[in-house]
C-alpha cells in the first residue's frame, strides 16, 4: 500500500523559506511517476505547486516558480518542497500527492499525503 | 491558464437524493483530462474520476461523471450519509493544472 507522509515546521515567519519533506512509502519514487505539491489556504480551494521525476525534472506552477524549487532523494525515497520569501497568503495546508496514471507531470493525482497545516506569521 | 468554475456553491440535498454537479472550463479540456474529487472535513482529497468519466479504484458505482470539451458532469445518483462532503474538479489537459472552486454537498 503505497502511504505518502508530509513533515516540516508548523509556523515559518515572513520573508523566510518554508521547508517541507514527503516520504514515501509502499512504493520506490525511482520506479516511475511524477510527484506533487498541492496547497489549500484555510476555507479555500486547492493549488497546484509543482511537480518531480525521480530524473529530477521538475514543473511548476508559473503563479510561484520564482519562489519553489522541488527536489527529490531517491536513496531516501522522498521529495521535498522549498518555497521561498512567503507572506501571509502562503499560509495553507500542503499536500504531497502521487500523479497516478503515468500521463507525466499532468495527471490526476490518486495518492495524497494527510497534509501538513503551515502558518506564517511572526 | 483554464479557469474551472463549478456549480452550485453548495447543494442541499437529503439522503437518498440524486446529486448533479457542474464543471464548467473557461477553453477547451484537451483529452477528456478532467478529475473528480471528494473532500471531508481535515482529510485529503481523494480522487473519484479521472478522465472525465473513469471511475477510481474502490469507488462506488453511484459516482458517474460525464461531459468533455468545457462541459463536465459529477452525478451521485443516491447520496449515502458519507457522500456529504466538498467535491473539486481538476483539469490537467493544459499546463499549469488548475481546480475548481468546489460545491459543498450538505444534508437538508
Known amino acids: 500500500q503505497v502511504q505518502l507522509q508530509e513533515s516540516g515546521p508548523g509556523l515559518v515567519k515572513p520573508s523566510e523559506t518554508l521547508s517541507l519533506t514527503c516520504a514515501v512509502s509502499?512504493?520506490?519514487?525511482?520506479?516511475?511517476?511524477?510527484w506533487g505539491w498541492i496547497r489549500q489556504p484555510p476555507g479555500k480551494g486547492l493549488e497546484w505547486i509543482g511537480s518531480?521525476?525521480?530524473?529530477?525534472?521538475?514543473?511548476?506552477n508559473p503563479s510561484l516558480k520564482s519562489r519553489v524549487t522541488i527536489s527529490v532523494d531517491t536513496s531516501k525515497n522522498q521529495f521535498s518542497l522549498k518555497l521561498s520569501s512567503v507572506t501571509a497568503a502562503d499560509t495553507a495546508v500542503y499536500y504531497c500527492?502521487?500523479?497516478?496514471f503515468g500521463w507525466g507531470y499532468l495527471d490526476a493525482f490518486d495518492i495524497w499525503g494527510q497534509g501538513t497545516m503551515v502558518t506564517v506569521s511572526s | 491558464e483554464i479557469v474551472l468554475t463549478q456549480s452550485p456553491g453548495t447543494l442541499s440535498l437529503s439522503p437518498g437524493e440524486r446529486a448533479t454537479l457542474s464543471c464548467r472550463a473557461s477553453?477547451?479540456?484537451?483529452?477528456?483530462?478532467l478529475a473528480w474529487y471528494q473532500q471531508k472535513p481535515g482529510q485529503a482529497p481523494r480522487l473519484l474520476i479521472y478522465g472525465a468519466s473513469s471511475r477510481a479504484t474502490g469507488i462506488p458505482d453511484r459516482f458517474s461523471g460525464s461531459g468533455s470539451g468545457t462541459d463536465f458532469t459529477l452525478t451521485i445518483s443516491r447520496l449515502e450519509p458519507e457522500d456529504f462532503a466538498v467535491y473539486y474538479c481538476q483539469q490537467y489537459g493544459s499546463s499549469p493544472g488548475t481546480f475548481g472552486g468546489g460545491t459543498k454537498v450538505e444534508i437538508k
Open positions: 518531480i521525476y525521480h530524473s529530477g525534472s521538475t514543473y511548476y
Open positions: 509502499g512504493y520506490s519514487i525511482s520506479s516511475g511517476y511524477y
Open positions: 500527492a502521487r500523479a497516478g
Open positions: 477553453q477547451s479540456v484537451s483529452s477528456s483530462y
